[in-house]
């Protein structure tokens, strides 16, 4: 079973070396991939320091292309499983490890690591969201429900891990603006098995959300719009892998 | 807009032979203009043809003025002015709508092209790490090799 950890970074310098010696300790067994997506600062000298394998986006991308880029490494290099995890330190290693664990006793094609699930306020659950993020969580979390008629409650998660059939859908079809929900809609619509864990995440090291409460009405509006598209997106009969 | 003085009633607007020579004289000048745009390779043949059919157009418009009102009664506009409006509105509502589609392709076809890049130059790189590691054995290992810190 061979295991890709990678981690879309876009000017994480002070964070990345950090992450890479967390997920070695964690999950010792995996290759370790920084996806750099044209970063200004040294975020690839210090993965590369770190003894990660880097690969650099020659510009700015945005995350689902980072993201899509793991995901096609992955499959090009014949991993039986992948995960990622955010760069800022937000996400512990330890909880990746046990979201692999999911994938590789194929209990699930996909499984996204839960901030909001239940069973991850009891006693583990660090993380306390803003308000204007709270509306948002949950407009996102009822929707991406109606639409998938599955319950999701961390519809934004950036810490997931999948097996091959993900690997393979994702680096054909990733949205590059809303990559995390679009991307949870499409992959319940193809069928695969998609599941959620309840995780402990940290509060943001540094650096302040990007959310101001105009941009997080127009975060939602875009994002109710693309999820209405993708409900008429085909689908397609997976292809055999 | 159109709100020219025209009488109450009136049913067609004609164009003088003023306006007509203007249009055509423009139309003629947007044509040159297309063509040496391709000449000069600033602008690729397969995106020119609808600006031709518009150059066109508006030749064709100049010329018969009579067409311009078959079109304007077949709307069911009785003022020829709204209907040459409406028409270029809509013309270059297609045309805005499809330069988004091209683009849309485009910015797709760069993310990939970004991405095989990425992925090559990480393997390459990932490659002369394992050869410089290993060695002249190092060929033979199935596993990439965990090096240590």
């Given amino acids: 079973m061979r295991t890709l950890v990678f981690i879309p970074a876009w000017n994480e310098e002070a964070s990345i070396a950090e992450v890479i010696a967390d997920v070695r300790e964690a999950i010792p067994g995996a290759d370790l ?43 090009r290099n014949g991993y039986d499983a992948c995960a990622h995890l955010d760069a800022d330190g937000q996400h512990p290693a330890e909880e990746v490890a046990r979201l692999l664990a999911e994938v590789t006793a194929d209990r699930a094609d996909l499984v996204i690591g839960s901030r909001y699930h239940a069973g991850a306020v009891s006693g583990t659950g660090d993380y306390r969201p803003t308000f204007s993020r709270k509306i948002g969580i949950s407009v996102f979390r009822f929707f991406l429900t109606l639409a998938t008629r599955q319950r999701f409650t961390d519809t934004t998660s950036g810490m997931r891990a999948a097996n091959r059939r993900v690997m393979s859908l ?64 085909p689908r397609q009969a997976e292809a055999e892998r | ?125 990932k490659q002369a790490g394992e050869a410089r590691n290993g060695g002249s054995a190092g060929e033979q290992t199935l596993e990439p090799k965990k090096e240590s810190l």
Avoid: C
Wanted: aromatic share 8%; no cysteine; hydrophobic share 55%.
């Fill in chain 1, 33 to 75: 991939l920084v996806v750099d997506d044209g970063s200004a600062d040294a975020t690839a000298e210090r993965a590369r320091e770190a003894g990660a394998i880097v690969a650099s986006l020659p510009f700015n991308q945005g995350l689902g292309a980072a993201l899509q880029t793991g995901y096609l490494y992955a499959l």
């Fill in chain 1, 170 to 233: 994702f680096s054909q079809h990733y949205s590059p603006d809303f990559a995390e929900i679009e991307s949870l809609q499409l992959a319940v619509r193809q069928g695969l098995r998609v599941e959620e864990l309840p995780v402990r995440m940290l509060e943001r090291a540094g650096g302040t959300s990007f959310l101001t409460p105009v941009r997080s009405a127009f975060f939602i509006f875009k994002g109710l719009v693309v999820l209405l598209v993708g409900q008429f997106r």
């Fill in chain 2, 1 to 125: 807009m159109s709100a020219l003085p025209l009488a109450a009633g009136e049913a067609q607007v004609h164009l003088t032979s003023q306006t007509r020579i203007v249009a055509a004289v423009l139309a003629i000048f947007f044509m040159l203009l297309i063509l040496d745009l391709i000449r000069r390779d600033r602008l690729q043949e397969r995106y020119s043809v609808i600006w031709f059919v518009a150059g066109l157009g508006m030749l064709a418009g100049a010329a018969f003025p009579g067409l311009l009102e078959l079109v304007a009664e077949a709307m069911g506009v009785r003022n020829t002015n709204v209907a040459l409006f409406s028409i270029v509105l809509l013309l270059l509502l297609g045309l805005a709508l499809n330069f988004s589609v091209i683009m849309s392709r485009q910015a797709a076809q760069i993310t990939r092209l970004a991405q095989e890049r990425a992925i090559e130059k990480a393997l390459a790189e």
